[in-house]
């Protein structure tokens, strides 16, 4: 009786132990696909949140020099139209995002800058025909050369 006991005891334990391998392996892998979604996320919503803070601060400038007393007509001129030029870019890349995102892409931020336009999509890849659709919109909305496009799809 008591060597039957003892293999029932050992046989639980290792069932226990199989089981709670298991159950790390399949919660380990669930936390990092939950962590791969989150930087992702993360990416876009940073990026913004630091694009949005840097032309806030830009536009401060601009007012500052703008309403100082000091400033000389041709540098309130300049910084006018510097805010105006951020004003319109701001709207181009709010217009292209939206565009690219009735495409079906979950997400993307574009950037413009004097020569380039960047546009990062959220995607794991992107076929040929999805990189056609993007290229499509930016040269469209922006009268901008192929070669003057990059387009960087990240998962």
Do not use: H, W
Not at 78 to 91: P, S, T, Y
Not at 109 to 138: F, G, H, M, P
């Amino acid at each position: 009786m008591k060597k039957r006991t003892k293999i029932i005891i050992i046989t639980a334990m290792v069932l226990l132990l199989g089981v709670t391998g298991y159950l790390n392996i399949v919660l380990n892998n669930s936390i990092s696909n939950e962590n791969n979604i989150t930087t992702t996320s993360s990416y876009f919503q940073t990026y913004r949140s630091d694009r949005e803070s840097t032309r806030d601060q830009e536009m401060l400038y601009y007012d500052a020099i703008i309403s100082s007393e000091s400033s000389s007509e041709e540098a309130i001129k300049n910084a006018e139209n510097a805010k105006l030029e951020l004003i319109n870019q701001m709207e181009k890349e709010l217009v292209v995002e939206g565009l690219i995102k009735s495409k079906g892409f979950e997400d993307c931020v574009v950037t413009i800058t004097d020569s380039n336009v960047n546009a990062v999509v959220k995607a794991s890849e992107l076929s040929s025909t999805e990189v056609a659709q993007i290229v499509d919109i930016i040269q469209t909305q922006l009268s901008t050369s192929i070669e003057n496009i990059k387009i960087i799809p990240v998962e």
